[in-house]
């Protein structure tokens, strides 16, 4: 079956520690997508890449870190030095970047740091 | 900026009643897409309709139909004969062109609907 995989579904870290969430995409879309979503809010876009070894900032990059060195794959780091990082982090992958295509998600990770 | 107002925090209803869920956008540009996502419990986004800026033709797909009006910048959603299943957070958003060719989209805050049987 074609999908998102995203892993762990909970994570749970140490305030200090980078942890890293993974993405992976069998549909061979060209576009992926890290979002974050906190209690009561809509989703705020962190990062976003159109092909590989090529990424953009969205409106909340700071603290996060990508990379895409395959096409299947998206994995999202987030730092020590972003303040706030509990949250539902969602991935997403679409055809492309333009022409309104619709975006395809994942199950998301919760991670919990304290 | 581009901007997608869902002004329905929280709405419950009663099973088999029809609901509708608005949506408000503003933006500067003459093409855009429209979306809805349906979020349930589970948490992973499903993707339920897009809709361009030069198709005002309403939609229905089953229970579920779409309102686009341009003059009022507006894309409603209504569930009609609404079921428990049909309890969910549910998004709004549209697409913002980026410099270079690309596309965002920007989210609404969501509707969460709670469907009581």
């Known amino acids: 079956d074609g999908g998102i995989t995203q892993s762990p579904k909970y994570l749970f870290r140490k305030e200090g520690q980078n942890v890293t969430l993974s993405c992976e995409q069998n549909l061979n879309h060209d576009a992926m997508y890290w979002y974050r979503q906190d209690p009561g809010q809509g989703l705020r876009l962190i990062y976003y890449s159109q092909i590989v070894n090529d990424f953009q900032k969205g409106d909340i990059a700071e603290g996060y870190s990508v990379s895409r060195e395959k096409k299947e794959s998206f994995p999202l780091t987030v730092t020590s030095a972003q303040k706030n990082p509990t949250a539902f982090y969602l991935c997403?992958?679409?055809?492309?970047?333009?022409?309104?295509?619709?975006?395809?998600f994942g199950p998301g990770t919760r991670l919990t740091v304290t | 900026a581009q901007k997608v107002t869902q002004a329905q925090t929280e709405i419950s209803v009663v099973e088999k009643e029809d609901v509708t869920l608005d949506c408000v956008y503003e933006t500067r540009d003459t093409t855009y897409y429209l979306f809805w996502y349906k979020q349930p419990p589970s948490g992973e986004l499903v993707f339920l309709i897009r809709r361009n800026s030069f198709d005002e033709q309403n939609e229905i797909s089953g229970r579920y139909s779409w309102n686009f009006q341009k003059s009022t910048s507006s894309f409603n959603f209504t569930i009609t004969a609404s079921q428990v299943v049909d309890s969910a957070v549910y998004f709004c958003?549209?697409?913002?062109?980026?410099?270079?060719?690309?596309?965002?989209?920007?989210f609404g805050k969501g509707t969460k609907l709670t469907v009581n049987p």
């Open positions: 958003a549209l697409s913002e062109a980026q410099r270079g060719g690309s596309e965002k989209l920007v």
């Open positions: 997403a992958s679409s055809f492309g970047l333009a022409g309104g295509y619709e975006q395809y």
